[in-house]
């Protein structure tokens, strides 16, 4: 060991040794604590002795030799004047004490103040005086206290900061400096904690000079923070700048005016303008800056200079190693994309390191879930020649393994070759580790369903790679049953409490359950009330509680425009709307809606409370006055319907009953109208009831991914009015979610009505086909029996639709989805039997949720047209909100 080494270690061991003893020295001074004197109004004596003892008590158990009260006491009535600092001086010295305390406690109205004065007679300031104040009696304790512990420091030599002031600073807070700092005001002063805050307030980036200056007050050390500001950015210049213009560049920097010109901001800024021009393939886009003088020193100009360079789109993707997987199939996987027909609008072909970094991660999950668990995802070597991007990824596949044994173990809350059977690995030959995951996953769930929300379920993994097997035991440990011990609502500053409990199937003080716990989510974003729905939990009130929470964040849910569209059913129409759909936070809607348009007016008042009386009960109501010209003839509609609808014991199912009173006014019919037209423009008023079962599980409205929704229903028309009939309509629509987050649908309905003998039938009550939601590549109700001599539609008693679709995304962050589809159905008499004769049509489209409301844009193409139809008809609707 060398020499230094050795006194350096000495050094330690001295100091070591020194300290405890320096510490034991301190402790064993003499004190003597002088009686408090009590100024107040009332005889509160006593207080100065509790303070007193509290003092003394505290002195005594850090190791202080005191000095017994009473021998105090004795001292100090023996002084013929007032105790002061003279006599507490000479009372120490005649009783051996090298320190002496004393004080005074002050009671003004509720105001206390406690000033506790200390003599130390090794101290270079022989008198320094602490002082504490509170309010009320109850403060006292606190009070006294805190003096007891600053009195045993001051004695020992140390100190407190008492105060810590900021100076210099223009633009920065004092709380941003402060927040740098780990020391705060009342914490023990020491040397090595200032010099670490010193460094992280320099380093902040702001100041071009920091520095810390200790003061010595009789209540203990104030720490004044001297700094020198940075020059504040007074204008910020762009240049070299065609792709953006200098407004947007300006709106990414996001540099505040009179920001301080740190490097560490500027640096943040040039990051997000970076980071903007490589979204949009200008990835060589090199920006620099500089500082401007400008003529007031405390302030200088930024200059941004960009280099945009050229713009590189990727020409192509190809993977390097792969024998097992086709590049084809992992191409597929990748959202990074070549350069392609539609990249104005989808920004493939653009590199975006994010979605690379994404994208390797994805290959690897590829291949993990096809068995080649062994298989290494290299980093991408991107090519630049010209303005094109050449993007080769390298892999390492390995051997694949398939499924070997799979066995679970532990805490197990059924047979194990029933839970086995409920798992899909078993059922798998080729190892997956997304399949694995889906077991451990749907596992937890089967164990939270019973309570058990802190299950631990481990996969012991086993492979052999001779066989190039992997084997797998589930190890389950299910902990204790949890309960629902608080749920709390956060966010909802409109919606009331209420409204978001009614949809939530978990209640306090009832078993925890993962499914239940699902499904409230999904029914409070069913509502469209909020744009984030967030569940976390916490530990409760015993180890077998757990408190949920529950954050939303509201979107707005009223709507009111005026506007003008078209659609292929209405043509050119002018509309205005107002509505709400969560009337005064109570999750009531309403809707008064106006459209004119070339073919049809329509005005409409709605109203729906879903839960009547806070009842699951809703009740609703429709106002109605509409006017539509039809090839035949045109119809005026009037009327209301009044309806009511409660859930059943049944998931996702409900019943309706509704009443409608209708009354129609045929007009306009041609002099050689068909009789059948004629007969139905005397018939005017309809009275009827109708009944609705219906299960709906879709996760969405617009635009659904999974789940069905089925309903059957019956109306009964004939009490009272002209026309008597009874009309079923079954329907069925179903989700299946596919590859790519492509979704296949499958929808159909099937109606049947007859007329009653007690009243008419008119044809304007029958069924209709055509249009956008019924057989696209048809006119909007198009689809009738006709009249053999005039062509007229009449309608029929019969009818049945199917629609296959297959939906893609297009552009997802836009919310652009293309569909391809197949329609079927016709409308039939009652002599005539269905799928006796049935119209088709194929076709595309798209659609999009925009800011002007669900845009539909679909061309339908008629397979058979008859001589009056055409081959093909666009379909447009979008709807109306605001």
Known sequence: MSRRLLTFFLFLAVLGLAWPAQAQELRTKKVAVLPVTVLSKEPLEYLGEKVRQIIQKRLQAEGFTMVPPGEVDQEVSRLKEPLDEARAQEVGRKLGAQVVVWGTLVKVGEVLSLKTTIWDSAAKRPVFTLTAQGAGLTSLDTMSGQAASDVSLRIMGKERIVRIEVKGNRRVEKDGVMGAMKVREGDLFTLQALREDLKAVYKMGYFTDVKFDISDKPEGKVLTIQVEEKAAIKEVMIKGNKKFKAKKVKETLDLKPFTVASDITINEAVKKVQAMYRDKGYIQAKITTSLQPTKNKNEVNLVV???????????????????AIKSKELRGVLETKKKGMLSFITSSGVLNKENMERDMEKVASYYYNHGYIKAKVGEPKIETKKNWMYITIPITEGPQFMVGKVDIRGELLEDKAKTLKRMSLPKKKIYSREVLQKDMTDLADFYA??????????????????????????????????????????????????????????????????TKLKESTKNLRRLEYFEEVNFSTSPGSAPDRMNLKITVKERPTGTFGVGAGYSTQDKVVGLAEVSQNNLFGRGMQLKIQGIIGAISHRYRVSFLDPYLFDRPLAMGTDLFNWQRQYPEYTQTSKGGVLRFGHPLRWKYTRAYIQYRFENVNLSDLEHNASPVLKEAATIHNTS?????????????????????????????????????????????????????????????????????????????E???????????????????????????????????????????????????????????GNVYTTDQQYFSSVRTAVGTGIRWFSPMGPLRVEWGYNLRPKAWEKHSAWEFTIGSMF
């Open 688 to 764: 009827a009831v109708g009944a609705t079962l219906r299960r709906d599980s879709r996760d969405a409205l617009f635009f659904p991914t999974k789940g069905s929704d089925n309903s059957i229903s019956v109306e009964s028309a004939g009490l009272g009015g002209d026309t008597a009939f009874l009309r079923y309509v079954g329907e069925t629509g179903w989700y299946y979610p596919i590859k790519w987050g492509t979704v296949g649908v499958l929808h159909g309905r099937v109606g049947y009505m007859r007329q009653l003998p007690y009243g008419a039938l008119p044809s304007y």
């Open 305 to 323: 200079n960009i280099d945009e360079g050229a713009r590189l789109y990727i020409k192509e993707v190809k993977f390097e190693g792969n024998k």
């Open 766 to 824: 029958k069924f209709f086909l055509g249009g956008i939601d019924t057989i696209r590549g048809f006119k909007y109700a198009d689809i009738s029996p006709r009249d053999p001599r005039t062509n007229d539609r009449l309608g029929g008693e019969k009818f049945v639709q199917m629609n296959v679709e297959y939906r893609f995304p297009i552009y997802k962050k836009l919310g652009l989805m293309g569909t391809v589809f197949f329609d079927a």
């Open 449 to 514: 369903d019973h309570a058990f929300a802190n299950a631990d379920i481990t996969p012991l993994i086993k492979e052999d790679e001779k066989k190039k097997i992997v084997d797998v035991t589930f190890d389950v440990r299910t902990g204790k049953k949890v309960k629902f011990d608080r749920i709390e609502i956060t966010g909802n500053v409109k919606t009331r409490d209420k409204v978001i409990r009614r949809e939530l199937r978990v209640y306090e003080q009832e078993p925890f359950s993962a």
